[in-house]
């Protein structure tokens, strides 16, 4: 069951970035490229080796490595409905979100050790963004803890058994909370476009501008990974609702995400870099208040 529970995620992690590719590309009424063309890209880039600057040292080399590791570690407690992850232990949801970041902070570390002014600047905005989100992604978590009193993501959405219309709205809020994340996570539109070639707007490709081949490669697999971990805890908190079978929670992170994204980035521009403090904040503030109602449902106060 554990390795069934692994494929899945490797294929959510698959599928997404082509869903979101298909979606965007009929939307805009055109054919578009093909499903698995991400696939051939990576495949291109495998083949390749890396060049590295003088000016870099081994933090920069390594930086791919750590973050291909931390996001495939991350994935192994992500549970796929009612299916049992790969690795599970009491208090992994915080190792799950260490781990994540991990990886950001050795990607900022490896953009300001190249001793550029555009992958330093862009390394000081993932930095702030990682700082306004993580609060929003803990206290998500928190609340799922709080309703199902444990602190394992095998057993993290347990709550949804019960058929309370209260408890319901919960998740699925939670589900819509961990939803934006993934936008701010991957480097979507609102708050990045990974399409753009304009080095004053970057923020997540801008860190990567001085990788390629292998190391480029393993970047963009590990940013799949970490797109399909928080995906599945969004369908994992709807299914919980809604369906707790695996067969339901599986597609369902493919389809939120990928759907979503296409719809916002063949809609809406990217924002003003100095409106994503703002998004981000209010992100939080919806964690917060999902927090606050979970609390009250523990206390069995009615919510009118």
């Known amino acids: 069951m554990a390795l069934l529970n692994l494929l899945l995620l490797l294929a959510a992690a698959l599928c997404i970035p082509g869903l979101i590719n298909r979606t965007r590309a009929r ?112 206290l998500t978590i928190g609340t799922l803890a709080l309703l199902s009193g444990h602190i394992s993501f095998a057993e993290l959405f347990d709550a949804g058994a019960s058929d309370d219309t209260q408890l319901i709205i919960v998740l699925l809020l939670a589900a819509y909370v961990l939803t934006k994340i993934v936008f701010t996570e991957s480097g979507r539109v609102p708050v990045d476009d990974p399409r753009t070639h304009l080095e004053l707007t970057m923020i997540h490709e801008v860190m990567c501008l001085d990788y390629c081949g292998v190391d480029l490669a393993y970047i963009k697999i590990a940013n799949w990974l970490k797109s399909a971990a928080l995906s599945m805890l969004a369908a994992d908190a709807v299914a919980a609702a809604l369906c707790p079978r695996w067969w339901f929670a599986a597609p369902l992170a493919v389809l939120l995400t990928g759907l979503s994204v296409g719809i916002v980035e063949s809609t809406q521009a990217r924002n003003k870099l100095i409106r994503n403090t703002t998004f981000l904040l209010t992100i939080t503030a919806l964690a917060a208040l999902v927090f606050f109602t979970g609390y009250l449902l523990q206390l069995n106060i009615g919510i009118q």
């Open 27 to 138: 939307l805009a009424g055109r054919k578009g490229i093909r499903f698995a063309q991400h696939l051939y890209d990576v495949r291109l880039l495998l083949r390749k080796g890396a060049v590295y600057s003088t000016t870099t040292t081994v933090l920069f080399r390594t930086t791919p490595s750590v973050i291909l590791g931390a996001s495939l570690l991350a994935l192994l407690f992500i549970p796929v409905g009612n299916l049992p992850p790969v690795v599970s232990f009491d208090g992994d949801v915080v190792a799950f979100a260490c781990l994540l970041a991990l990886g950001r902070g050795a990607l900022i570390l490896a953009a300001m050790d190249t001793g550029s002014s555009f992958e330093g600047m862009g390394a000081s905005r993932e930095a702030l963004y990682g700082a306004l989100v993580e609060p929003a992604l803990m």
